[in-house]
């Protein structure tokens, strides 16, 4: 997992709210998720933002979490999200979660946490996958629990499918020339995310369907809303 293009990507962003494709308001994103895992997720454990971006999502957690740690691999959304969403709780820091030596110390400095994550599977290759996988059941530990929001590969077929048709979406065609978001084979096909974290040691206890609310807007004005699946699980007891 490298971080140059995503401090590219950062870096030259405008710094206001909603300018990322993903970056939308709290009300449309982690107050819509948070009814989906509270209910498993123990409130005095931190949580983790797993590629917290600009930090909007992170700061609206940290009302509901006592300590929150945002985390992602491009330094610059880093500095972004610790000028534009600081909290009296949250804190902000560059890790690539890919580093066993990260890991090691995270989990040391935290103990079992709670992880939330959204669209950063989809990014990684298969073997990445797998190994970002084994860091988040290493963080979770016995007690915590992940709330994951994914693309599919349904998620793909409608991107490609709209920006084919001409739809004037600067946002995400641009993510499409940078990052091949809509050609990217995403971790699973739509009805097997599930399996997918089950065959890496998770235990699922929800999942399902569920929008991604963009800051993109149709030619018609209507918000941009892609498909994507959700899954909140644990790490699955061992033998």
């Not at 890790?95 to 990684?124: I, K, P, S, W």
């Not at 963080?139 to 739809?167: C, D, I, K, P, S």
């Not at 065959?199 to 609310?213: M, Q, Y």
Request: negative net charge; glycine residues 10%; contains cysteine.
């Amino acid at each position: 997992m490298t971080g140059g293009a995503w401090d590219v990507f950062w870096s030259t962003l405008p710094a206001e709210p909603g300018a990322a494709l993903w970056d939308s308001s709290p009300r449309l994103t982690a107050e819509r998720h948070l009814p989906l895992f509270r209910g498993h997720a123990d409130p005095s454990l931190p949580l983790i933002d797993i590629g917290c971006g600009s930090g909007r999502q992170t700061q609206w957690l940290a009302r509901h979490f006592r300590r929150v740690v945002g985390l992602d691999i491009a330094g610059a959304a880093v500095e972004l999200a610790a000028a534009s969403h600081p909290a009296p709780n949250v804190a902000y820091r560059r890790a690539d979660l890919l580093d066993q030596d990260t890991v090691a110390a995270l989990r040391a400095e935290f103990g079992d946490v709670n992880v939330y994550m959204r669209g950063v599977l989809h990014q990684l290759t298969a073997d990445d996958r797998t190994r970002m996988l084994t860091t988040i059941r290493l963080l979770l530990g016995r007690t915590g629990v992940l709330f994951a929001q994914e693309l599919t590969e349904r998620t793909g077929w409608y991107v490609a499918e709209l920006l084919a048709g001409g739809a004037q979406l600067p946002k995400t065609a641009g993510l499409a020339a940078q990052f091949d978001f809509g050609a990217r084979i995403a971790p699973a096909h739509d009805g097997r995310l599930r399996l997918l974290f089950e065959g890496n040691g998770f235990e699922v206890v929800a999942d399902g369907d569920i929008s991604l609310h963009t800051t993109e807007h149709t030619s018609g004005g209507h918000p941009l809303e892609l498909p994507t699946r959700y899954i909140v699980a644990r790490a699955a007891a061992r033998p």
